[in-house]
């Protein structure tokens, strides 16, 4: 994944660090194959899912890994309320609350353990306030936010286009991401990440784009 020195990035009213009607340009000349996809699927139509707070969307993810939404959100609602009236726990009620309360609500012991942690890191200053995020370069993200329990690097890459809005994001571990290249590009196989960073290469710096167009892919 590329750095990036985030004076050059300028945030969207739409949340977006880049234009998305120039990246579909660029990625359909550099990849015809890319861009015959691009065609069929049409509009790009992803903006950033807006966040208050870093901290509260990584707490979020944690409570919704391995889980449908609907379950994920329905212990989420639970977690919430032991902390009513406020509409959000902070890290410090997070690790002053007893585990026991927090698995009562159904979390896992695992995703206990990872909210606490993510809290203290919070407190800390491992996981930096939002307005600090947005001027870190991703790798500088990922560095850090790997080192809560329970936050991959996939976790942070979602971050990354999901609610950040980054222009060059790859996510070669995601399931959806090696399908769609797969489909895309008529392969029987599923690629590894080596053969798709390297044909990734034509696509900077716009691969969260392109990966966008790959989960569509599955859909058509």
Same mark, same amino acid.
């Given at each position: ?23 579909? @340009? ?33 707490? @979020? ?70 307005? @600090? ?73 716009? @691969? ?13």
């Amino acid at each position: 994944m590329a750095t990036h020195a985030l004076t050059s990035i300028i945030v969207r009213p739409d949340g977006l660090g880049y234009d998305p009607e120039l990246a579909c @340009r660029h990625l359909s000349t550099a990849d015809p194959v890319l861009g015959a996809l691009i065609e069929r699927v049409g509009e790009f139509t992803m903006r950033p899912e807006p966040t208050h707070s870093l901290f509260q969307a990584l707490a @979020r993810s944690i409570v919704y890994q391995q889980l449908s939404g609907r379950a994920a959100g329905t212990i989420l609602g639970r977690v919430k309320r032991l902390f009513a009236p406020k509409r959000f726990p902070t890290p410090r009620d997070l690790l002053e609350i007893p585990s026991e309360q927090l698995r009562a609500a159904g979390l896992s012991t695992a995703k206990t353990a990872a909210l606490k942690d993510l809290a203290a890191r919070a407190l800390d200053g491992t996981v930096p306030s939002l307005s @600090r995020v947005r001027l870190m370069p991703d790798d500088d993200i990922i560095e850090h936010l790997t080192t809560v329990r329970g936050i991959g690097r996939w976790t942070v890459e979602m971050l990354l286009i999901f609610k950040l809005g980054r222009p060059d994001v790859l996510p070669v571990g995601d399931l959806g991401v090696r399908k769609g290249f797969a489909l895309t590009l008529g392969k029987r196989k599923l690629p590894e990440g080596p053969a798709m960073t390297r044909r990734a290469e034509r696509w900077r710096p716009y @691969r969260s784009v392109a990966s966008w167009y790959l989960w569509r892919a599955l859909e058509l």
